[in-house]
């Protein structure tokens, strides 16, 4: 009795996933699926590639049906290496099926999430590299808006005469529904605006303290045509009761 309540302290999930994973790799396949099952009985945390896993063994069986449903389980509960996916010898059997290009999409989409998100492709229209030039139509500044990380952030390096410049981060945020920006330049400021897009325009609000009072600021992105971007920022000190214009910038893409 007491080898047995040691066996079963030492099975625990994790065991019982190595367990499966060893009889995979040995061709034990019936082996390796009652071992999975039992992980998954004793709640083996990494879900997705306790999933996965069954898959693969699954599909060595020739159980594709199976095999599918256990991968589609994989993708939907966030295993998202797509190149793993791709290089699996084991799914060599279900590559032809129905189901398997739809399955690759999704895993596609999880491991890319930006690319395919459309609230992150909505501020794209700013993307490229521009003059800038003020109200007066004065070239003030250089910048370049490029698209980092995976598709997922939007990376501003803008340069002005006199030694002025400034870096910001923008980006869509899932959790919070909003886009944010963090903006830093040579002075030493920094600020951190959120908004969305309203009518085609990107509006950004950010609020600070000044002299003891609160400051509201208001940014616009607004698409003026193929090639230019106006980006106008006014600010109140009334909540927005009354508002006074600041920067007034037109993009202007260069060729």
């Known amino acids: ?15 019982w996933f190595r367990e499966g994973v060893a009889k995979h790799d040995a061709g034990d396949y019936n082996a390796a699926i009652a071992a999975f099952a039992k992980a ?27 095999a599918l449903d256990a991968l589609q389980r994989a993708v939907n509960n966030g295993f998202g290496p797509l190149e793993t996916i791709l290089a ?22 999880s491991a890319h999430p930006c690319a395919s ?8 229209f700013w993307l490229g590299e521009w003059d800038v030039e003020n109200a007066q139509k004065q070239k003030i500044a250089r910048s370049s808006i490029q698209l ?13 005469s006199g030694g002025y ?26 600020r951190y605006w959120t908004g969305a897009l309203i009518d085609g325009r990107m509006v950004m609000t950010t609020s ?4 003891g009072a609160k400051v509201t600021q208001r940014m616009t992105y607004s698409k003026e045509g193929a090639d230019r971007v106006r980006q106008f920022i006014e600010t109140s000190t009334d909540d927005g009761k009354t508002w006074t214009p600041g920067f007034d910038g037109m993009y202007i893409r260069r060729h």
Not at 1 to 10: P, Q
Not at 171 to 189: I, K, L, P, R, V
């Open 40 to 66: 998954r009985e004793e709640k083996y945390a990494n879900v997705p590639q306790l999933d996965y896993r069954t898959a693969r063994t699954l599909a060595r069986k020739g159980d594709n049906a199976g």
């Open 88 to 109: 699996e010898n084991d799914f060599l059997s279900i590559r032809s099926e129905a189901r398997w290009p739809e399955i690759v999409a999704a895993a596609r989409k």
């Open 117 to 124: 998100s459309a609230e992150s492709r909505q501020f794209d």
């Open 165 to 190: 410049s400034g870096k910001s981060l923008s980006a869509w945020d899932a959790g919070e529904h909003e886009w944010e920006q963090h903006y830093t330049d040579t002075t030493g400021a920094s």
């Open 1 to 15: 009795m007491r080898a047995l309540v040691l066996l079963l302290v030492l099975f625990d999930a994790t065991a």
């Open 208 to 211: 600070f303290a000044r002299g």
């Open 148 to 160: 980092i990380l995976d598709e997922c952030v939007i990376f501003e390096n803008f340069e002005a």
